[in-house]
């Protein structure tokens, strides 16, 4: 996905919603950090944007939005990409998150504008969900040097419980760390 896909989404997220703030919670909140010209084929291969609002208790928003402009939908069939409505709390984040989001707003979207997450949150979340697309994309954003593996041990750290999930990341950031030793 490009910047400018990200935008085309967030104005009809927006729209559909009523909501000019949308938060991306999923691995294309990457780009309010760094341009797709930036970042690694595995990081910018998504077709989806997973997009919330920060008020939306009810997920009535975020469900307005899938059904709109969702998975299969005209919007979809018409651009190639898509947004996915999801719920605030669908991604396992590091404590402090929201005080860390990246407010990325474009010419292009406005008057919309995307809370996306921090790099290094992105990547302990999508290790969470520890599916091999989650671990090549957290790979290739260490690779590049876009996230360091300090500070994802920090970010890890600061998961809720329970505190086995913490210990696999940690576990996956350290073998991820002495390979690249290696």
């Known amino acids: 996905m490009k910047r400018a896909h990200l935008a085309h989404i967030l104005r009809a997220a927006s729209q559909i919603a009523h909501d000019p703030d949308v938060v991306v ?5 990457i780009l309010g950090s ?14 989806e944007a997973d997009v919330t609002f920060w008020d939306d208790p009810d997920d009535r928003k975020s469900d307005a939005v899938d059904g709109a402009i969702g ?5 979809h069939q018409m651009n190639g990409y898509y947004a996915q409505g999801v719920s605030v709390s669908t991604a396992v984040l590091p404590e402090g998150w929201r005080e860390r989001v990246v407010v990325w707003e474009s010419r292009s979207s406005e008057p919309e504008r995307a809370h996306c997450l921090e790099a290094h949150d992105l990547a302990v979340a ?14 290739a954003l ?4 876009l996230v360091s593996c300090d500070t994802l041990r920090e970010r ?12 696999r990341v940690l576990r996956w ?9 290696a």
Request: glycine share 8%; aromatic share 6%; proline share 10%.
């Open 34 to 47: 760094f341009d797709e010209d930036d970042l690694p084929d595995p990081v910018i291969g998504s077709v």
């Open 156 to 167: 890890a750290a600061l998961l809720p419980p329970p505190g086995s999930r913490t210990t």
């Open 126 to 139: 999508k290790l969470v969900a520890a599916r091999m697309k989650d671990y090549e994309f957290v790979s």
């Open 71 to 75: 998975e299969d939908s005209p919007f």
């Open 25 to 29: 919670i999923g691995s294309q909140s």
């Open 142 to 145: 260490i690779e590049v040097g």
């Open 173 to 181: 950031i350290d073998g991820h760390d002495r390979r690249a030793q």
